[in-house]
Every structure is written in C-alpha cells, then in structure tokens.
C-alpha cells in the first residue's frame, strides 16, 4: 500500500505543479459566483435554489468531469511519452499498483475541489437566503418545502397490462402495427396509452387516485401534494377545481376548491391526519370548471405525494457524493484510456466515450427498432438478419450504457427531493465498483503487456 500512496502522491504533486489544481479553483469559484449574478431565474424562490445549486454545481461538475477524464488520461500516456514512467516500471511495482495509485492521486484533487465548490455554493445559498434578506412568511416556506428533503410519493399505478395486451392482438390482426415496430415497442407504447386516459378529466369528472405512504409520515407536520396538468384549451386561463383528500374510508374528509393555471407546478399543504392507521391516502379531483374543458395528469410525475425526509444539509451532501462517485468514473476511463493509447489518442477516446455517454437514450430507442436499415431490401419490407445484426449491436451497448446513467442528484437536490441512502449505494456499487474495478483490471491486463522502452524515431 505503500507503494500505491507514493505514486499517488507524486500525482497530486505533478498536478499541482502543473497549475491544474489552481486553474480549476479559480474557475469554480469564479462559476459559483458568477452563475447566480449572470443568469435571471424565473422570480420565484425555487427558481433562485435551482440556479444556485443546479446550475452552479452542474457547470462545476461537468468541468470537473472533463478535466478528470483529462488528466487521467494524460496521468500514464504522458509519462510513457517522455519516458518517465520507466522509473517506476524499472522498480519493483506491480502495474496495478500505477494504475491504482495514479487514480487515487487524480481522485484526491477532485475530491478536494468538489468539496470547495460545495461549500461555497452553500455558503452562497445561506447568505442570499438569510431572514435579512427575504420575508420571514418567504423563508418558512422556502426552508420547508425547498430546503428540505422529501421523499415523493407517486400514485398506485393502473394495472393497465391485460388491456393493453388485448388492444394490441386486436391491432396485430387490423394490421394496424408498423412493421418497423417490434411488439414489445408497441405494447409499450399501448401502455402509455392507456396510462393517458386513466388520468385524462373530461368536464365534469372526477378521477380517484390511491397513495401508499412510507412509514412516519404520520408523523410529520404536514404533506404536500404536488400536481401540474395540461388542459384542452389553447390559452392558459386558469382551471377551476375541486380536491378532495382523506383517509380510504372518508376520501372526501378535506375538500380544497383550487384555481390553477395548466403547465405550472402547484402544491397544496394537506395535514398529515388525512391518513389511515395504515398510511394509506385516497386523492380525488373534480374537474367543475364553468366551461367545458378537459384537463390531463402526466402519468409519470403529474401528482405526487412529498413527505419530508430529513434536513437539506444531508440531503446536498449525498448529491455530493452522487457526482463524485460519477467523477471516480470518469477518472477510471481516462487513466485506462491512458494506458492503452498514446497522449492525443488516449484523450480523444475519452472524450468519445463521455459523447457516447450522452447519447445513451438515442442508442435505446434505436435497440427497440425493428427496422434499422430499410434499403436492404428484406421480404415485404421487414426487418431481415441485417436490422437483427445492428439491433443486437445497439442492444448490447445499450445493455452497458443503461447502468451508468444514474440520477440528477444535483437537481433533486436543489428542488427538495431526497436523494437516499440506496441510491447513493447503488451509484458507488455500479460506477465505482462494478464499472470503475472491470476498467481497473481491463487497464491493468493491456499495461502488463505494452513495452514502455520502444526506441524512438
């Protein structure tokens, strides 16, 4: 181990020395200042938290994650490019131990500059956040619905499955199926549907939804229900309508008259006496607006349940983690990237591979295709062994790619929602783990057998 902290050291030392460290800091403390001043939000405090924390610390960890892949690339094909790895590899030091030490040494500088970066976003969100500089009734709110953790609750989903099924055999036998659409594609899209008309409101209606809460949320002061929908009028004039909140055996104990505007974010305080013994909840809404018009709840996150879950000061800190879990990531690719191909190859492949990273969704909808190359030709114009060929490819990298596209802890943070304990295990099991060890041991088996003493021309 020894061994190990002492390249490690001498990582952090080149890079010191390289002015890397001095430059990044000053960039990302210029950034946490300046971002907040430059970019108008849109007047509300939760537009003011997101700029301070999304944004600020999105741009720092993006600029961080590029200059981790980088320097880890540069960290080994440098030094095989002007021959000083020769010093070490002379030395009785296995090539694991350089590569392990190496990472280490580049995952100090970026554990010690996302850490000054959170801090000073911090430090800026308390100090435009303090009671001198808003009103006392503004900052209550903010601090318990912004500044907050909470855990959100979506409805218990439609089991939309056996008739989804049923519409698609009967579309099969119309024919009325793309032949370019694989079934599992058009069940899924059946299903989303499907989804649709659950939670569709035409004038008049009232639409029922079941929410199953955590434990202890009984126990907190008040709930929030969360909701945005869309509605069938061009305008955006506001929609009249009626919640009713309760436990299952009186679904209409807490009766709320609401006018809304579609396409906003809206949250409606509930008292946490609404629920069962159980935690159960039933939430109702009647569309009673004067004029006939039909409103639509996003299936996904259109209605929500947030039930607070711990201080905001815990729940930032493990976003922090989040992304330098991603970091430790990145890091990996670019010193294996650096011990397979030289200087300018090695950090071109590493850039690639982040490209790649961002297209993963891209590479996901091309692995449900059927048809992937329709001028090939196949019998009635469907898919043949060639759309099978490329289909398998993408379905394969979308196998690899899928994992690592974790969660935006960053902006769950700076809009109060929990970033948990699971999901920060789940990150550092997969990105740093699984993915970090396989490119660790990959790195390591290329490196035991590139000669590093090749004469030069």
Avoid: C
């Avoid at 610390?57 to 095989?80: D, N």
């Avoid at 055996?249 to 949250?267: F, G, M, Y």
């Amino acid at each position: 181990m020894k061994r190990v902290l002492a390249i490690a050291s001498i990582a952090i030392r080149n890079a010191v020395r390289s002015r890397m460290v001095i430059s990044l800091l000053a960039m990302l403390l210029l950034a946490v200042i300046g971002i907040p001043l430059s970019v108008q939000g849109d007047g509300t405090l939760e537009g003011h938290v997101r700029i301070v924390i999304g944004y600020t610390m999105g741009f720092a960890s993006a600029l961080l994650g590029l200059s981790a892949l980088w320097a880890g690339a540069l960290a080994v094909s440098q030094e095989i490019a002007e021959r000083q790895i020769h010093l070490l590899a002379a030395k009785p030091v296995h090539r694991f131990q350089i590569w392990l030490g190496k990472w280490l040494g580049l995952m100090a500088v970026n554990t010690v500059l996302l850490a000054a970066s959170g801090a000073a976003t911090y430090g800026l969100l308390r100090w435009t956040t303090q009671p001198a500089r808003m009103e006392e009734a503004d900052r209550a709110r903010l601090m318990n619905d912004v500044l907050a953790a909470h855990r959100p609750v979506l409805p218990v989903p439609w089991d939309v499955e056996p008739a989804a099924r049923q519409v698609l055999a009967e579309r099969v036998e119309r024919g009325e199926i793309p032949s370019q659409m694989t079934p599992g594609a058009a069940l899924q899209s059946i299903r989303q549907e499907l989804l649709l008309r659950t939670s569709t409101i035409a004038p008049g209606e009232r639409r029922d939804w079941s929410f199953q809460l955590p434990p202890g949320s009984a126990d907190a002061s008040s709930l929030n229900l969360r909701y945005r929908f869309s509605s069938s009028q061009f305008s955006l004039e506001q929609v009249r309508g009626l919640w009713l909140v309760g436990p299952p055996t009186r679904p209409e104990l807490i009766q709320r008259s609401v006018t809304n505007a579609p396409s906003v974010t809206h949250e409606l305080a509930l008292p946490a006496s609404a629920l069962s013994p159980g935690n159960a909840l039933s939430v109702s809404y009647v569309n009673n607006h004067p004029s006939p018009v039909t409103i639509v709840f996003a299936p996904e996150d259109g209605l929500q349940i947030r039930v607070p879950a711990g201080p905001f000061e815990g729940n930032f800190a493990r976003a922090l983690l989040v992304v330098l879990a991603r970091l430790a990531f990145l890091t990996a690719v670019g010193v294996t990237m650096g011990t397979l191909f030289s200087v300018p190859v090695a950090a071109f492949m590493s850039m690639a591979f982040v490209l790649l990273l961002q297209l993963s969704s891209y590479v996901e909808s091309l692995a449900r295709q059927a048809i992937l190359v329709p001028w090939h030709g196949g019998e009635a114009g469907g898919p043949n062994w060639v759309d099978a060929l490329f289909r398998g490819f993408f379905q394969g990298l979308h196998f690899l790619l899928a994992p690592l596209a974790g969660p935006d802890a960053l902006d769950a943070a700076a809009t109060g929602l929990l970033v948990d304990g699971a999901t920060l295990v789940r990150v550092l099991l997969v990105q740093v783990v699984a993915y970090g060890g396989a490119l660790a041991l990959f790195g390591t088996y290329v490196f035991n057998r590139r000669e590093l003493a090749l004469p030069s021309s």
